[in-house]
């Protein structure tokens, strides 16, 4: 085990007179277009419409009131709140409780109405007494920069701002001042009191309003139906429902695309430079994704996701990117908002993301290898995907000797990275699994001949034998958590002395209170100032590593470890702090749940001896291909 990295240390004596709100505080709430961080104290202060990728309207996450929020809580000071979301949904019931009486806060979003309004909805209903409210809307178009014109229209309070344009309709009047809509107002026992915030674009006439109980109970009806298809049963079915559910809420619907979290800039270090746009969908997800999805019995699901993929990289098989936008966008330029101070003081607030441009060879393998899972389940019209994976790995033949910025988008020094080599294997190794499987035309032999050779070079390049490990990049002293991937994929087997030497290295220097680093940040091969929290997914992979060495009585035991990092609500941001004991980075965080999802189908699957990720990659009743040695 691992001392604590110091620039970790450092972090933690650094201290503010004002601290942000933790973001394990937050919760959140999905249309599947778009979705909202709800406070535990009752504000919403992130909402991006109409898409995840859209301007804020409201950022006082990454600011303060002044750059817009919806507030609803009682009045007393002294009220308690509980939350839970209903059984199955994404609809969040927060429980106020005072001296006098007790209520209930609803808040959804409903999926879009036909003509492209969308809503969120917040229903106040009274159980017990009598419960003094108050509410306060500060709409912020644009991250929180433009304040709109407002006026009242209708018995309803319209808001405008450009291409925006917001209608609040509320059960209780809201008077204007001050630049925000507010009302205080107090709900009885069986009394229900709606307000509803639709957005359309301001060139249009407002849409008709929509009952908001109709609503409601529509959405859980939604939602409910999608979570009874669920194939996982196993003991961890609760928290695995529950990141199902969250990437669920991260698909932007009309696409298949599934977002990397719903936040920018939520920090990886308070007061750090790690700050990035991640309304995107990566590439890198892919095949992970896929394994969640068929392994969960979500076949439509998995379906969408590989036609987005198809199209993202269509027509430009040779320059694979990082990430592509919602409907395949390729160009996602990285700005910086300066009247943002950022969560708590981490500056810059960056939209975009520059990652998008960089060379990562591992994303050639995430693509191949998630086509071939879709091919595994069963997804109908894969042979139009072939040409495209052809195409794909006929470029790959030369590109793979090239360095690339690994998995992690480092923003340092292109070096050959081990784990994207790997990568690289894993393409030509699943390409050649199709076409042997599947009974699919291609070069085979060119394939397995470039397999073969990247084999070799990784374990003569990448390989240390001093400390009997393989190593972060070629000629490096250090090694990667995404080296744990090795025996997962099957480029080594599980007990290869070199894969143990190499998990009992990363055991040592790079987990600290028992959760996984991605790599040491002081050691400056990213090219970033400052340190990070503990990757989740990469401690999720650990737990796969347990699973695949047979030791599932420590799989066990980590997993149920990283359970207790969630927070209230079942929900993981991509990275934890283990001395503040706090989330940290974007949030909630796709990669963190899929390996949530992963890891609790690998500790049911497994029953003793080898397990590899694989495994998990389709149903289809396939004859498996006898593995060649392996052996570097």
Same mark, same amino acid.
């Given at each position: 085990?691992?001392?604590?990295?110091?620039?970790?240390?450092?972090?933690?004596?650094?201290?503010?007179?004002?601290?942000?709100?933790?973001?394990?505080?937050?919760?959140?709430?999905?249309?599947?277009?778009?979705?909202?961080?709800?406070?535990?104290?009752?504000?919403?202060?992130?909402?991006?419409?109409?898409?995840?990728?859209?301007?804020?309207?409201?950022?006082?996450?990454?600011?303060?009131?002044?750059?817009?929020?919806?507030?609803?809580?009682?009045?007393?000071?002294?009220?308690?709140?509980?939350?839970?979301?209903?059984?199955?949904?994404?609809?969040?019931?927060?429980?106020?409780?005072?001296?006098?009486?007790?209520?209930?806060?609803?808040?959804?979003?409903?999926?879009?109405?036909?003509?492209?309004?969308?809503?969120?909805?917040?229903?106040?209903?009274?159980?017990?007494?009598?419960?003094?409210?108050?509410?306060?809307?500060?709409?912020?178009?644009?991250?929180?920069?433009?304040?709109?014109?407002?006026?009242?229209?209708?018995?309803?309070?319209?808001?405008?701002?450009?291409?925006?344009?917001?209608?609040?309709?509320?059960?209780?009047?809201?008077?204007?001042?001050?630049?925000?809509?507010?009302?205080?107002?107090?709900?009885?026992?069986?009394?229900?009191?709606?307000?509803?915030?639709?957005?359309?674009?301001?060139?249009?006439?407002?849409?008709?309003?929509?009952?908001?109980?109709?609503?409601?109970?529509?959405?859980?009806?939604?939602?409910?139906?999608?979570?009874?298809?669920?194939?996982?049963?196993?003991?961890?079915?609760?928290?695995?429902?529950?990141?199902?559910?969250? =990437?669920?809420?991260?698909?932007?619907?009309?696409?298949?695309?599934?977002?990397?979290?719903?936040?920018?800039?939520?920090?990886?270090?308070?007061?750090?430079?790690?700050?990035?746009?991640?309304?995107?969908?990566?590439?890198?997800?892919?095949?992970?994704?896929?394994?969640?999805?068929?392994?969960?019995?979500?076949?439509?699901?998995?379906?969408?996701?590989?036609?987005?993929?198809?199209?993202?990289?269509?027509?430009?098989?040779?320059?694979?990117?990082?990430?592509?936008?919602?409907?395949?966008?390729?160009?996602?330029?990285?700005?910086?908002?300066?009247?943002?101070?950022?969560?708590?003081?981490?500056?810059?607030?960056?939209?975009?993301?520059?990652?998008?441009?960089?060379?990562?060879?591992?994303?050639?393998?995430?693509?191949?290898?998630?086509?071939?899972?879709?091919?595994?389940?069963?997804?109908?019209?894969?042979?139009?995907?072939?040409?495209?994976?052809?195409?794909?790995?006929?470029?790959?033949?030369?590109?793979?000797?090239?360095?690339?910025?690994?998995?992690?988008?480092?923003?340092?020094?292109?070096?050959?990275?081990?784990?994207?080599?790997?990568?690289?294997?894993?393409?030509?190794?699943?390409?050649?699994?199709?076409?042997?499987?599947?009974?699919?035309?291609?070069?085979?032999?060119?394939?397995?001949?470039?397999?073969?050779?990247?084999?070799?070079?990784?374990?003569?390049?990448?390989?240390?034998?001093?400390?009997?490990?393989?190593?972060?990049?070629?000629?490096?002293?250090?090694?990667?958590?995404?080296? =744990?991937?090795?025996? =997962?994929?099957?480029?080594?087997?599980?007990?290869?002395?070199?894969?143990?030497?190499?998990?009992?290295?990363?055991?040592?220097?790079?987990?600290?209170?028992?959760?996984?680093?991605?790599?040491?940040?002081?050691?400056?091969?990213?090219?970033?100032?400052?340190?990070?929290?503990?990757?989740?997914?990469?401690?999720?992979?650990?737990?796969?590593?347990?699973?695949?060495?047979?030791?599932?009585?420590?799989?066990?035991? =980590?997993?149920?470890?990283?359970?207790?990092?969630?927070?209230?609500?079942?929900?993981?941001?991509?990275?934890?702090?283990?001395?503040?004991?706090?989330?940290?980075?974007?949030?909630?965080?796709?990669?963190?749940?899929?390996?949530?999802?992963?890891?609790?189908?690998?500790?049911?699957?497994?029953?003793?001896?080898?397990?590899?990720?694989?495994?998990?990659?389709?149903?289809?009743?396939?004859?498996?291909?006898?593995?060649?040695?392996?052996?570097?």
């Amino acid at each position: 085990m691992s001392q604590q990295p110091k620039n970790q240390q450092l972090s933690t004596r650094r201290r503010r007179a004002r601290p942000a709100r933790p973001i394990a505080d937050y919760a959140l709430i999905g249309s599947t277009h778009s979705a909202a961080l709800v406070h535990l104290g009752g504000d919403i202060e992130w909402l991006c419409l109409p898409r995840f990728d859209s301007a804020a309207m409201f950022a006082s996450l990454l600011g303060d009131e002044r750059n817009g929020r919806w507030t609803m809580r009682a009045r007393s000071a002294k009220a308690r709140v509980t939350r839970r979301y209903l059984p199955g949904t994404m609809v969040l019931e927060t429980t106020i409780h005072t001296a006098k009486g007790t209520a209930l806060v609803t808040d959804f979003m409903p999926r879009p109405a036909a003509g492209g309004t969308h809503e969120v909805v917040r229903i106040v209903q009274g159980v017990r007494g009598a419960v003094n409210m108050h509410t306060e809307l500060r709409i912020r178009f644009n991250y929180g920069e433009w304040c709109p014109w407002v006026e009242r229209r209708d018995g309803a309070v319209h808001a405008v701002a450009g291409p925006d344009a917001v209608r609040i309709s509320s059960g209780v009047p809201l008077v204007n001042e001050d630049f925000a809509s507010r009302a205080d107002f107090t709900v009885l026992a069986g009394q229900s009191i709606a307000f509803v915030l639709d957005w359309f674009p301001s060139h249009e006439k407002p849409p008709v309003t929509r009952d908001a109980n109709a609503l409601l109970a529509q959405a859980c009806a939604e939602w409910c139906a999608w979570t009874d298809r669920c194939g996982y049963h196993g003991e961890f079915r609760e928290p695995v429902m529950r990141s199902l559910l969250t =990437l669920k809420a991260l698909t932007y619907e009309p696409t298949g695309g599934i977002v990397a979290a719903p936040t920018t800039s939520l920090p990886e270090l308070p007061g750090g430079e790690r700050n990035w746009d991640y309304r995107f969908c990566w590439l890198r997800d892919a095949a992970l994704t896929l394994y969640a999805l068929i392994g969960s019995g979500y076949v439509e699901e998995a379906s969408a996701w590989r036609w987005w993929l198809m199209r993202a990289v269509g027509g430009s098989p040779e320059e694979l990117q990082v990430m592509y936008g919602l409907h395949g966008e390729r160009s996602l330029t990285e700005l910086e908002l300066g009247w943002l101070p950022g969560y708590d003081d981490s500056r810059p607030v960056r939209i975009g993301n520059g990652a998008h441009g960089q060379r990562q060879l591992d994303v050639y393998g995430s693509v191949i290898a998630a086509f071939h899972a879709a091919r595994k389940a069963g997804l109908a019209d894969m042979d139009k995907v072939w040409p495209l994976e052809r195409a794909i790995a006929k470029h790959l033949m030369v590109l793979w000797k090239q360095p690339d910025c690994s998995l992690w988008e480092v923003r340092g020094e292109a070096r050959h990275f081990v784990h994207s080599k790997m990568m690289c294997w894993l393409a030509f190794d699943r390409m050649i699994a199709s076409a042997e499987d599947f009974g699919l035309e291609g070069p085979v032999d060119h394939w397995r001949a470039a397999r073969d050779e990247i084999h070799a070079e990784v374990c003569a390049r990448g390989y240390d034998a001093a400390s009997n490990s393989f190593v972060q990049y070629y000629g490096a002293d250090t090694v990667d958590a995404a080296l =744990l991937w090795m025996p =997962l994929i099957g480029f080594l087997p599980i007990h290869d002395p070199r894969v143990q030497g190499t998990i009992a290295r990363v055991e040592k220097e790079l987990i600290f209170n028992g959760l996984v680093y991605r790599y040491r940040t002081e050691k400056g091969v990213d090219g970033l100032e400052g340190g990070e929290g503990a990757f989740l997914a990469c401690s999720f992979w650990l737990t796969n590593v347990y699973v695949a060495m047979g030791k599932l009585r420590k799989a066990r035991a =980590l997993f149920k470890r990283l359970l207790a990092l969630g927070n209230d609500l079942g929900l993981f941001a991509e990275e934890y702090d283990p001395v503040g004991r706090r989330q940290l980075g974007n949030f909630p965080q796709a990669f963190s749940h899929i390996g949530l999802i992963n890891s609790a189908h690998a500790l049911v699957s497994a029953a003793g001896g080898v397990w590899e990720l694989a495994d998990l990659d389709g149903k289809a009743p396939v004859k498996r291909r006898r593995r060649p040695s392996r052996a570097g």
